[in-house]
């Protein structure tokens, strides 16, 4: 990487942490420090909003995911605008009345202190778990493509982290959400005209777009019943509707962005900001990731795009058989490039059809050629875990955007990794703060504005640390976006079960509420180990997998139905 790059980077990441500690190096009140004073304006409320959803992980993995799998990731937000109007219509208000600092105070006045601490306990475990892959994950494919020690890499990002979350709290995490929100879309834009810029001489955009289509990237909306399928039209309109009404309406990293805002209607337009730009956003990502796509199917390149990997792996006694795969996979390639240039060229409708054809029976032998060479390199390298789809957008940042751009790209991926661990660890540090030691802690009755400040920034750094620590060690075997998501699934509907029955259904009581969540998230837990069996045995027929949007659904469905069931049996006082 040259001294520009580098220039760049160091530059831009420099002025946003600076920027964020020395904007709010007044903070010394509890009220400022967690709540930012609550003087944010909505557009402030919606950048910060949508930076702390949009991890690293969005920048990198998407883009790859789109290249492997095409556009279908997107159905995975369609139930993201319902959700965040029920939440400004019923969340923010209750909120607002009860001016409290954290989601789960609610909990106590209407299910009593069990069910505010077993709420709070589930979202620091999985938050404080989704910090550490938010920082591991762009640090691995960092490190391996700049050949940066991993451990190294990690200590930077959390450093830079903790130093202006713990010096300004709340609203320095907001304002440099602002700014490194600014960073990331403009950098997405130059890297997507880029692509276009260095597409082949005769192939327009138009023609881009339909090589996609042809080779079945374009498919956006499928309206499939199966269950195997991850990703589809009612995965994402009901599984996708709970996740992001618990993501927003229950989770502290999110709840805490908007409860910092000047009013209820501050912060339902910067909700509503969200539902508008949310799915824009995630389809342009991934249309830049099918726009590189195509580049790739012009451009000569390896047969796996984590470089480091696969030199190791030619290291070993795997060498030879490696080299075979690749040499049959760059005459493929070569192939199916003929019969793409014809595609684009010729004005004969039938040869037109003939090439497409010869051209998906090509890609159908290039990607069994790639998954025969990622088998060989596991084997070979056994600690290369991570999936190839993560480096498909960073090896073309690395290897054809022009010099200085390379550097705010780089900037693009680490202030993504910043906001988003900023707004967990912030959010850490408020539930550790309020609902655990306010809440329990004898010395907390006494304590003073200051010395909460003070405890306020020691859990933040506590928190802080432990996510480092934790991607010190992690090691991720999904796709990285998809890991964030299965982790959060897996909590979020008994914790969104335990809300919606506080809002909506009075008859029912706490002792009853905690009993069933705490079935409930058991039950979830099993089917994400087990439940490929389960279904299985149950509809006698092989299952592959169950889609994980449907574990907020069960879980949800589960804390409900059997708090209803259990407090015909339970008798309780109000």
């Known amino acids: 990487m040259s001294s520009i790059d580098w220039i760049v980077l ?8 600076i920027y964020g500690a020395w904007k709010t190096r007044k903070s010394q009140n509890i009220e400022g420090y967690l709540k930012g004073d609550s003087d ?72 009593g202190v069990k069910s505010r601490l077993l709420a709070a306990s589930l979202f620091l475990i999985q938050r404080g778990l989704a910090a550490g892959i938010t920082i591991y994950a762009p640090a691995i494919i960092i490190a391996t493509a700049l050949g940066w020690q991993l451990d190294i890499t990690i ?10 979350t713990v010096s300004g709290g709340t609203k320095a995490v907001s304002l440099t959400q602002k700014w490194q929100m600014a960073v990331i879309m403009g950098g997405m834009f130059i890297a997507f005209f880029i692509i276009i810029f260095n597409l082949p001489e005769n192939v327009s955009f138009g023609e881009a777009v339909s090589i996609a289509g042809m080779m079945d990237k374009m498919n956006v909306i499928d309206f499939s019943l199966d269950i195997d399928k991850r990703y589809t039209f009612w995965t994402g309109i009901t599984g996708g509707t709970f996740l992001a009404l618990s993501y927003f309406g229950t989770d502290q990293s999110q ?28 389809f342009f990502i991934l249309f830049v990731g099918i726009m590189v796509f195509v580049f790739f199917q012009f451009q ?39 019969y793409l240039e014809q595609i684009s060229t010729s004005t004969n409708q039938s040869e037109i059809d003939q090439a497409v054809a010869l051209a998906q029976q090509k890609d159908k032998q290039e990607i069994e050629l790639k998954n025969q060479a990622k088998a060989i390199i596991l084997k070979a390298v056994p600690e290369s875990k991570s999936k190839d789809s993560d480096y498909i957008f960073l090896s073309f940042i690395m290897n ?42 004898s010395a907390a009755a006494q304590a003073s504005d200051r010395k909460m400040v003070i405890i306020s920034k020691l859990f933040t ?31 979020y509907g008994t914790i969104l079960g335990i809300f919606l029955v506080a809002f909506f259904i009075n008859k029912i009581k706490g002792k009853a509420t905690f009993i069933a969540a705490i079935i409930a998230q058991a039950a979830v837990i099993i089917l994400h180990f087990f439940g490929q069996d389960i279904f299985s045995y149950l509809l006698q027929t092989p299952v592959k997998e169950v889609g994980y949007l449907w574990y907020n659904v069960i879980g949800c469905g589960l804390v409900i139905g059997l708090a209803a069931l259990l407090q015909m049996v339970i008798k309780e006082k109000d």
Do not use: C
């Open 10 to 17: 160091l530059g831009t990441l420099g002025f946003i942490a």
């Open 40 to 111: 944010m304006k909505w557009a402030t409320i919606g950048l910060s909003v949508m930076a702390t959803q949009a991890s690293a992980i969005t920048f990198i993995s998407t883009p790859g995911q789109a290249y492997e799998s095409g556009m279908g990731f997107v159905q995975n937000y369609l139930g993201l605008p319902i959700a965040l109007i029920i939440v400004s219509a019923v969340f923010i208000p209750i909120y607002y009345k009860l001016k409290v600092y954290t989601a789960y105070e609610y909990l106590e006045t209407r299910f």
């Open 155 to 164: 200590l930077l990002i959390g450093a830079l982290v903790i130093v202006y």
């Open 255 to 282: 709840v805490q962005r908007y409860l910092s805002g000047k009013s209820v209607y501050e912060s339902r337009m910067g909700l509503m900001f969200n539902a508008l730009l949310k799915i824009p956003m995630q």
């Open 300 to 338: 000569e390149h390896r047969i796996v795009f984590n470089q480091t990997s696969l030199d190791q792996a030619y290291q070993t006694e795997y060498a030879g058989e490696l080299k075979t795969i690749e040499d049959e996979y760059q005459v493929v390639f070569n192939e199916k490039k003929q």
């Open 400 to 441: 054809y955007m022009p010099i200085g751009l390379i550097g705010l790209l780089l900037a693009v991926i680490f202030s993504a990794a910043m906001s988003s661990t900023a707004g967990e660890l912030n959010a850490l540090a408020s539930t550790s703060t309020i609902d655990f030691y306010k809440r329990l802690s």
């Open 461 to 491: 750094a506590f928190w802080g640390i432990i996510a480092i620590t934790f991607a010190l060690f992690a090691q991720l075997l999904e796709n990285l976006i998809e890991a964030v998501n299965i982790l959060g699934s897996i909590f």
